[in-house]
Structure formats: structure tokens, C-alpha cells
């Protein structure tokens, strides 16, 4: 067995024709994909199995395996790249030099974004929580300065449950984007957004100092999301064009 997944070039072209290019924000190459849409082309029996999902459900192997297959067609199309990103045996992607991507996933749809401009990169998508879920989690997910935000400004914006969607997506989002420098979970409570354009869909996070300081992350985090009618999309990334 290789070290690395190899795809053979018609799936990988079979994923790209089916996906759909979404934008984010500039500088980003990003990609939707509706996975009821993969089921015909039986991608896991056509490929190996990685370690990470050598005992998971047809399901999530089929999920899993097409976020890898897209990244790969949108590393070849926009960057002219063919190297593996899927180790056989390191749950992470590895990522070509110069080069940062993320991939995620909700229900029946995946996303991936990828960049050679990013100081740091993370998205993440997710289908409405209902009401129910908002008000009982809603104190794992939101700090006091965003509930006092949901009162003072977002209320205008979004019912509840969507915004308590808002929060926990950009913090997924949050996360992944500083996970290579922590290399550690780090609790929902211990990011804050400190400033929101609801006009613009856009916001700037931060971490406790203490956090911060621990792992030696940035003192500021930018980031935004899209709405669709039945999910929301949401983004830290930050161009070193910008920087």
C-alpha cells in the first residue's frame, strides 16, 4: 500500500464536473458539492480506504473520500498540482507548500476552500439548528459579550437558533483555521467576536489572552459567511496580500 491515496484522474474529473464554484470572499477557491448527487459513482468502492475511515459507514466513507477527490480536481485546476493530499495513515490533509485548504461537511453537502494566499484558513458549513437545540446549547457556544450582542444588535438580523448557527459555524471555523499552530481543541467559550457588520457579513474573533498567549496565536482572526436557505456558510481566512 502507497503512503499517500492516489486518485485516478476520472474521478477526480467526475467530482469536478458535478461541483459548483461558491465565492466567500477574494483570494479563496471554493467548491460545493451535494453528495446525493456522488452516489452513482460508488467512489468508495473505486478507492482505498485511509486508516481514519478504514471502520466508518458507507456514508461517511463516501462523504470523506469525495472531500478528498475535490480538493484534489481544484489543486489541479487552479493550481496545476497533481501531489496527493491524503495520507493513508495521518488523519489531517497534507498540504502542498505555499498552499491551504479546508474541507467540511453538513448532511448531504461539502464544501472545500483552498488558497496560496492564506496566512491562515478555515471554513465550515452547517444546516440550521432548530430552537430546541439553540436554547439548550446556546451556553456552551455563546460567550456573555455575544449574548449581549444578540440583544443589543443581531436580533435585528437573524432569530435565535440562526444565530446561535452563526456562532458555533465561524468558531468551527475559527478552529480549523489556527488548529495548525495550536495542534490542540480549544473550547467554544474561549473565542469571542469582538466586532460584526451584519450588512456586510463579516467579523473579527479573538482568543482569551491566555490562550492566545499559550499557543501563540494572532490577536485577531477575520472571517464572514453566506446564507442559503437551509445552511450556513462561514469563513476565517485571511490573505497575505492583506496581511
Known sequence: MSNYLYIPEQISKSIYEISSPIFLTSELFCYGLDLSQTTHLHIDQQLEHPLKIAQARVERKNEYLCGRVLVQAVLNHHFGLDQSITSMHEPLP???THVLGSISHSQNKLIVALSS??????????HWVTSEFAQESAH??????EFDLWKSKAVDFFDFAHYVSLIFSVKESLYKAVYPAAKQYIDF???????????NQTLTLNFLSEIQQRYQLLEQYEGGWTIEQNHIMTWVFQSRNFA
Do not use: C, M
Request: glycine fraction near 4%; hydrophobic fraction near 55%.
Open 117 to 126: 494566499h492564506a496566512v491562515y484558513l478555515g471554513i465550515d458549513i452547517e
Open 94 to 96: 497534507i498540504w502542498p
Open 189 to 199: 467559550l474561549e473565542a469571542s467576536i469582538v466586532d460584526i457588520n451584519f450588512k
Open 140 to 145: 456552551l457556544i455563546l460567550t456573555p459579550s
